[in-house]
């Protein structure tokens, strides 16, 4: 290395006016050092701003909720085919007619979609609260319930039926006198059957959380009859042919719609799409393959 020093940098260097050879080569290498660091971090903060403002660009008007974000739903999965828990392949999946409606209005309105699944009881608290978005439930928007919450267009009409054994000899309403009467609890149901007891004598109710249960009520005998939507009813009715039903004649609200939060912003919005839904066939495409071909 020295061979290559220049003759009077050399004299200078041992009289002790320049820096030694080693010295120059480490503050070069040190001075590179400096330059790639701070290369390096320009470039990582820059990387850093364009993240943020890529993230941050994408703000939705209500609660400062960035597009492409999480809706959460609350629904009961135990009222098929609106909502239910599917098994097949050994895990288990929340499915249903309202589950596609919601997981398509999530999608074209740029979100993904959670479900929580609670007693239907409970559904319209956790809007309340604050935990969940909307509820998907089959929920009738009776004016108790829109009270406290605020409701969707009606996307789907059903009937009520009185479930029972065969052979029961109930065939309305009036036949359900001294009968203990199964219902969900907090649903519309339950309302209707409230209704009835206080124009039937010795009818009684028995409120149950989930459909399931009032349909082991029914058929252990330690109820005499159960209110039942009839899409709902139907899947048990296949499945439990020692069971029948009938239809009860229409008053007071019916149908289903979307729950929300008092003066939420999302009613807009996903009325819309399902009036995209209707205009476009999709909705009843959906009715067809979770009701058959018989629904209306």
Known sequence: MLAKIQPRVLELWLLGGFPSPVDLITAG????????FLASTAAVA???????AACGGNESAEGGEAAGGVLTMATSADYPPYEFVETAGGTEEIVGFDVDIARHIATELGYDLEITNIDFNGLIPALQAGRADFVMAGMT??????QNVDFSDIYYTAQQTIVSPSGSGITSPADLEDKTVGVQLGSIQEGLAQ?????TPGMELSPLNRINE???ELKSGRIDAAI????????????NPDLEAVVIPEEGPVGSAIAFPKDSERVDDFNQ???EMESSGLMEELIVKWF?????
Not at 141 to 146: D, G, L, S, V
């Open 273 to 275: 799409v399902l009036a």
């Open 214 to 216: 009032i349909v082991q």
């Open 141 to 146: 928007p009776t004016e108790e319930r829109q």
């Open 46 to 52: 820059l990387a850093t701003v364009s993240l943020t």
């Open 29 to 36: 290498e040190e001075s590179m050092k400096r330059r790639w």
């Open 195 to 199: 209704d009835l007891a206080t124009e």
């Open 228 to 239: 039942i939507e009839d899409t709902v009813a139907k899947g048990f009715l296949e499945n």
């Open 292 to 296: 058959g071909d018989g629904a209306e």
